[in-house]
């Protein structure tokens, strides 16, 4: 029997890069849901599968699992619906619309065994295999400090404009550009180096292109084991030249479109021996499904993102450090 998938949202900017992909895999439509009916029809034309009502896709017996790719502010409702049907779900990310949403569906995720990930696939590629190697091998000393960035230009580009306009309103997303973007890279350094302690943050509205939805942020984290690290994250920006810089006591590395390592003498150099890339983000949720081994994202991964996100909005909000619950460190 053959992937069949049900879309339960169709409502994000990366549905048709998912589509893309599921096509070109030969993976069939069960069904698509969507609260906007012509967008749910125009998908589902697409997709060549049927429109459904959300009760319609999660008693379907023909969908071998869901992709949610909604606007936030339905995750918690749409996964209520699909999840006690114990298949695989995708979730977009940032998986809730708020760290208490984010922690209801992990429990309703965990509860149900639903095969599960999310879109972190920044960590997949050979560049992120090799730093993560080099970190776990020990070979930057004792890490003191790092520094993370996720920009681009969509608002500069007007990309939330029109179509994709929720994703820069707030109320249906949840979080602006920060959140939106911070949430990739918070997710390498999450997977990287460990839990966090302790937050703050700092965001401005740049362009002010969208009213009431911040443009660009920074954060400032401390990790359990005394890393210092700081996160940007934006819409404004014309280029993001590195996404990741480590420094340790014997050693540092950049990585943008290159890996550079320096050793104990300082001198950076452009690494060659990179591990081979892995599947991830909704890549490797499909690879899991035809079969394939994949590191899926877990429920509880998710949630932590979420949790630590929501921190660094208190914070930012109210101009203070915010403590990580310790129940997440």
Known sequence: MGINLGWAGVGHIHTPGFSGEVLKRGIQCAGVYDHDSERAKKNAENLKGPVQSLNELAENADATGYVVTSETVHHLEIVSALAKSGKPIFVEKPVGFNAEQSEALLKMLTENKNVFSTGYFMRGSEGMQTLKKLVNDNHFGQITRIRASNCHSGALGGWFDTDWRWMADKSRAGVGAFGDLGTHVLDLVLWMFGSIQSVTGAFANGTARYDGCEELGEAMLKFSNGVIGTMAAGWDDVADPYRLMVMGTKGYATLGNELKVAGEDGKLNVFEKL??????????????????????????????????????YEGAQNHKWVDIPAAWH
Do not use: H, Q
Request: glycine fraction near 8%; charged fraction near 25%; hydrophobic fraction near 40%.
């Open 275 to 312: 591990e081979p890339a892995k599947p991830a983000g909704f890549s490797g949720w499909l690879d899991y499904l035809e079969g394939k081994p994949a590191d899926l994202v877990t429920p509880r991964e998710a949630t932590n993102r979420d949790v630590v996100m929501a921190a660094i």
